[in-house]
């Protein structure tokens, strides 16, 4: 029997406190993913299965990002949470493209004061991630990519709602058809004819 992509947990009435003590406790637990939201608490442990497709779609960001020469800061899966909110979460990847400069050379983010990713990766094979899109709108995430195992989809924060979109407005000219099609060449093609092949795309389209 294959082992499912994710396993996850959820715990209720979770204090704050107890929350970032299990932050600090886990931080160097890279295949392991929090999400707080109003004293509800989702631990997810993720598998192969899960971070390959994960590192595909970060990956394709960033041949994109240096084909089109956009400035680009890797967040990775950093921990984003506001206490006023009682929100916080861990994306699977996570970009920063048009504040990419505002937070370079930064130790510590603060939603508060600083901005919050312009792109968050969510991978989600298991279940639906979509519970979580209120949690990025609250901290003001402006676009999500999301995998179900199947195809890509992306979705852009109008009016405190994520709305489908084909194409990527972080990352132009980048669409959630062609972003399918290329995590699915990468399954079974050589990483150097894969990169070839979505180098010369990028090139056609731009």
């Known amino acids: 029997m294959q082992a499912p992509a994710e396993q996850r947990v959820v715990l209720q009435n979770v204090s704050w406190e107890t929350y970032e003590r299990l932050l600090a406790e886990i931080v160097d637990s890279a295949g392991t993913r929090f999400t ?50 009682a929100k916080g979460f861990e994306p699977d990847s996570c970009f920063y493209i048009d504040h990419a400069e505002q937070v ?26 979509l519970s979580r899109f209120p949690i990025f709108a609250a901290l003001g995430v402006p676009e ?18 994520y709305a489908p979109i084909e194409a990527s407005l972080a990352l132009p000219p980048l669409t959630a058809s062609q972003s399918t099609v290329f995590l699915d060449e990468s399954r079974h093609e050589k990483s150097t004819v894969w990169l070839s092949r979505v180098r010369e795309w990028v090139r056609r389209a731009i």
């Open 144 to 161: 999500v990519w999301r995998f179900d195992g199947d195809r890509v989809t992306m979705h852009r924060l109008e009016r405190g709602r």
């Open 36 to 85: 707080y939201d109003e004293g509800s608490l989702e631990i997810t442990v993720v598998s192969f299965a899960h971070e390959n497709p994960n590192r595909t779609l970060a990956y394709l960001v960033e041949i994109v990002a240096e084909e089109t020469a956009r400035d680009l800061f890797r967040a990775g899966s950093t921990t984003f949470k506001r206490k006023d909110l």
């Open 104 to 129: 370079r050379g930064k130790e510590e983010l603060d939603l508060v004061t600083d901005p919050p990713p312009d792109l968050v990766i969510e991978v989600d094979i298991t279940r639906s991630s």
